[in-house]
């Protein structure tokens, strides 16, 4: 299973609402995302699920790049992308899935506790992750049962420059 880690694009420091969950994209952090969504199209990344946090900021984050791929399925909304999940949830949620190719876009500090435990298969490693990056990981069937080879990660400057 290939998985793809997006962290979301640069977002508002306070919602109108005042609340976290409605933090929305910066214009600076939409541009970057359609500079970023036409790098990931070039990388032809064939994803069968797009899952995605319940918080706006992520799903703005996904929307131009699953356009750009082409990706015409719903995007999967669940609470075990949020930033204090637990990472293994979103694991074993990919297992039930079974696809051959995921996109997964969330948040700090979760994706860091998310891609250190499929890097090491330990829960207490975190890599953080920049905005608007994306790292990609070969997986078993199962990712929660091993450790994922590592495939690339590209800060938002080297996605820009690919677009």
Same mark, same amino acid.
């Given at each position: 299973?290939?998985?793809?880690?997006?962290?979301?694009?640069?977002?508002?420091? !306070?919602?109108?609402?005042?609340?976290?969950?409605?933090?929305?994209?910066?214009?600076? +952090?939409?541009?970057?995302?359609?500079?970023?969504?036409?790098? !990931?199209?070039? &990388?032809?990344? +064939?994803?069968?699920?797009?899952?995605?946090?319940?918080?706006?900021?992520?799903?703005?984050?996904?929307?131009?790049?699953?356009?750009?791929? +082409?990706?015409?399925?719903? %995007?999967?909304?669940?609470?075990?992308?949020?930033?204090?999940?637990?990472?293994?949830?979103?694991?074993?949620?990919?297992?039930?899935? +079974?696809?051959?190719?995921?996109?997964?876009?969330?948040?700090?500090?979760?994706?860091?506790?998310?891609?250190?435990? %499929?890097?090491?298969?330990?829960?207490? %490693?975190?890599?953080?992750?920049?905005?608007?990056?994306?790292?990609?990981?070969?997986?078993?069937?199962?990712?929660? &049962?091993?450790?994922?080879?590592?495939?690339?990660?590209?800060?938002?400057? &080297? %996605?820009?420059?690919?677009?």
């Amino acid at each position: 299973m290939l998985i793809h880690l997006l962290r979301h694009a640069e977002a508002e420091d !306070i919602s109108p609402t005042g609340r976290d969950a409605d933090r929305r994209l910066t214009e600076e +952090g939409k541009k970057r995302m359609r500079a970023v969504a036409k790098a !990931i199209a070039k &990388l032809d990344p +064939g994803y069968d699920a797009v899952l995605v946090s319940p918080l706006v900021r992520a799903r703005q984050t996904a929307e131009p790049v699953v356009e750009a791929c +082409g990706f015409k399925e719903p %995007l999967t909304e669940t609470k075990n992308l949020s930033p204090n999940a637990d990472p293994i949830q979103v694991l074993h949620e990919l297992a039930r899935l +079974g696809p051959s190719s995921a996109l997964l876009v969330g948040h700090q500090p979760h994706f860091g506790r998310l891609f250190g435990l %499929l890097l090491s298969g330990r829960s207490d %490693l975190e890599v953080p992750m920049k905005k608007a990056a994306l790292a990609a990981l070969e997986a078993p069937s199962d990712p929660s &049962l091993g450790r994922a080879e590592l495939k690339f990660y590209l800060p938002p400057r &080297l %996605l820009e420059k690919l677009a």
